[in-house]
């Protein structure tokens, strides 16, 4: 168990580190350990990881201890983006749909937060629990340090991708009671502020697909969205225009943009269509939402009411300098 000295030791090691915007850093989501095991991988499902070819600096797997890298921008203007990598619940598209996220972010202003996520899941129950779990923890972590680290915790959002997508779909718009134990040092019940929504799916009917899964539907507070998907990617035009007048009809705040051509797995690549022109309409969309515009952080020591007390173990994310993916 940490010590309290430890404890005030490693906190100091984060606020020192944000505060002068340079390196990037790592925290652990779960000091003591993750809620529940991960199942053992399958035969079908290592085999079906191998069928996309070898892991590398921008396929990473096997991740059973997540965590959070925090990327300043040199002039921040208080808002944070957590950003959710695509892979299928089987391996993390860490560079195209991860690093290069975070930097383009930086470029404008936004302080970007990589969530390396527990994969792969898909021998779970449901794939999509132990990430949904990792990018609440995160969110939580983020808002109660808003303060310390310059943030301002009413304007963070989560962007994902293809999975990492599905991941933040259920982030925004799932009001079922969390899945894990709560404390009031490292969790928060909100919603993210905004949502990011590129390429993603899994929220239609496997048999029809003009109909949402039973059970789902978008809740009338649901944040602020930007939908980006490519015309000739299978079902996820349908279901980015499906989800899109599902806020129309609530009368809530979303963009859509579907382009004729991109496929799936567009990222941050750049092949000279107009889909590769999807972060600038992004940006110009924070923008036009205030998201953008330069944001004073809370005073320290501002805190809201949460839940249980945590175990002082858990009262302080550890953290590390972050390291070149592993596999």
Known sequence: MLTLR??????????TTLGSAAEPITVKLWPDGTPNPMAPVSDATSNLIKSYGPTGPNRITDVLDPTLTIFRPESPNGTTVLVAP???????????????????????GVTAALLKYRTPTRDEKEMHTMPVE???????????????????????????????ANLAGHVAWDRTPRTFAQYDKLDDQRPPDFLVFVYGGGFLDREDKSKFRVGFKVPQDAPPAFFVVAHDDRSNPLEAAMLYLEYKKLNLPAELHIFTKGGHGFGMRKENKPINEWPQRCGEWMDSMG?????????????????????????????????????
């Open 6 to 15: 430890s404890l005030l030791l490693t906190l100091g090691t984060i606020l």
């Open 86 to 108: 695509g892979g299928g619940y089987m391996f993390l598209s860490w560079l195209t749909e991860g690093t290069q996220v975070c930097e383009w972010l930086n470029s404008i």
């Open 134 to 164: 990792d990018a609440q923890r995160a969110i939580g972590i983020l808002r109660h340090n808003a303060a310390e680290w310059g943030i301002n915790p009413e304007r963070i959002g989560i962007l994902g991708f293809s999975a990492g």
């Open 291 to 327: 998201f953008l515009k330069p944001s004073a952080p809370p005073k320290a020591g501002d805190s809201d009411p949460a839940s249980p007390k945590a175990p002082s173990s858990l009262s302080t994310p550890s953290v590390s300098r972050p390291s070149e993916p592993t596999n």
